[in-house]
């Protein structure tokens, strides 16, 4: 672990904190990743479901899976554009090189009035109910760092839920742990965390979606969902049934890997399909148009569609076989809600059309 002395080079050694713990955002399908974008959205006076849940599709990339809750399917180190690929979004990954002091970037944003997003293992967290028992990789704010009481400012929306101090020393654990394989949690552990932390830029000014904009989001993600991809990227339409064959195909011969990373990769695409249901639920009642929380309903189904492919994938993966039959009934359903969610979204068409029921 590393050991930090106010008498360190090149780092500030006077006390830096937000003028206020973030306000923690929590909606119960969606993990951590999505939670802390949108809790330093949110401090940033941004709802979050509007670039969140703007976009709407399927992605995969074969073999890249990470056995991270915050995993999700993008190219390079910018999330942005696969979270939020209708704004001006960037969420970009880095690391602390060895030997070099991981909490100076924490300190200076935090001074220029920012936040950062830090990877951590649950493990060396006392507020967690993991702590000291379970690995497992996650993400918390940070938002104040004083050096010379030896103490980092979290906050975690996940329940239970916290923001306070932690000893510096516990968040250094945290923040550098190998993070090795745990037994007890066989999807978020064996994935080092290395001081990885991401950092979230909006361009600014950021504009609310009106009802011209959210109609050409809508545009764009059925044309994203009729688009053929490629053998790296699976996406839209028949990304999906490619992945759901490949699954099942999965569980008949066998294999388990993929069964254990269904569970995780399917969490992002869930993720997805909540955040955009949500905001054409809202934006329907706020403007008073019944066709969009009619699609919104059917964007949800293909949220909660997901639950038990992850979860029969998550218990099945030690004897896939035996999971074959479940897994192939609840794939099934889940490309048959994607194709009547696609159907009420593609009927939306334009801003005129969001005031009649497609039905």
């Not at 073999?63 to 190219?75: C, D, I, L, M, T």
């Not at 910018?78 to 939020?84: I, K, N, S």
């Not at 008949?252 to 254990?260: F, V």
């Not at 964007?299 to 038990?308: G, I, N, Q, R, Y």
Request: charged content about 20%; overall charge negative; proline content about 8%.
């Amino acid at each position: 672990m590393d050991t930090l002395t106010t008498e360190s080079p090149n780092h500030r050694t006077d006390p830096v904190q937000a003028r206020r713990p973030p306000r923690r955002w929590y909606r119960d399908p969606l993990g951590c990743l999505h939670l802390t974008i949108a809790t330093v959205l949110a401090e940033r006076g941004v709802e979050p479901l509007d670039p969140l849940g703007a976009g709407w599709g399927f992605q995969h990339l074969p073999g890249h899976v990470r056995g991270e809750e915050f995993y999700y399917p993008h190219a390079g180190d910018d999330l942005g554009p696969a979270l939020a690929p209708h704004h001006p979004l960037r969420a970009v990954w880095s690391a602390t090189p060895e030997g070099e002091d991981p909490l100076r970037t924490f300190s200076d944003t935090i001074a220029a009035g920012g936040l950062v997003i830090a990877a951590v293992d649950k493990y060396h967290l006392p507020f967690r109910p993991a702590y000291h028992d379970v690995h497992a990789a996650h993400l918390v704010v940070v938002y104040g760092v004083d050096r010379t009481r030896g103490l980092v400012w979290v906050s975690d929306s996940q329940p239970p839920g916290f923001s306070g101090a932690m000893r510096v020393e516990d968040f250094l654990a945290a923040h550098a742990s190998a993070n090795p394989a745990d037994e007890q949690d066989a999807f978020f552990s064996d994935s080092t965390i290395a001081r990885r932390y991401l950092a979230v830029e909006l361009a600014e000014p950021f504009h609310e979606l009106d009802e011209n904009g959210l109609a050409a989001a809508l545009r764009a993600n059925v044309a994203g969902f009729l688009a053929a991809g490629d053998e790296q990227n699976w996406t839209g339409m028949a990304g999906l049934r490619r992945y759901v064959d490949s699954l099942v195909a999965a569980a008949s011969e066998g294999r388990q890997a993929p069964l254990r990373q269904a569970y995780t990769f399917g969490w992002s695409m869930q993720a997805s399909a909540y955040l955009h249901s949500e905001l054409l639920r809202l934006r329907g009642v706020q403007w008073q148009r019944p066709a969009l929380r009619e699609a919104a309903r059917d964007v949800l189904a293909v949220a909660t569609a997901w639950t038990p492919v992850r979860v029969t994938a998550a218990h099945g993966w030690p004897d896939p076989p035996a999971a074959e039959a479940a897994l192939s009934q609840h794939c099934t359903r889940l490309v048959g809600r994607y194709e009547e969610a696609l159907a009420a979204v593609a009927a939306l068409g334009g801003p005129h059309d969001f005031k009649e029921v497609p039905r």
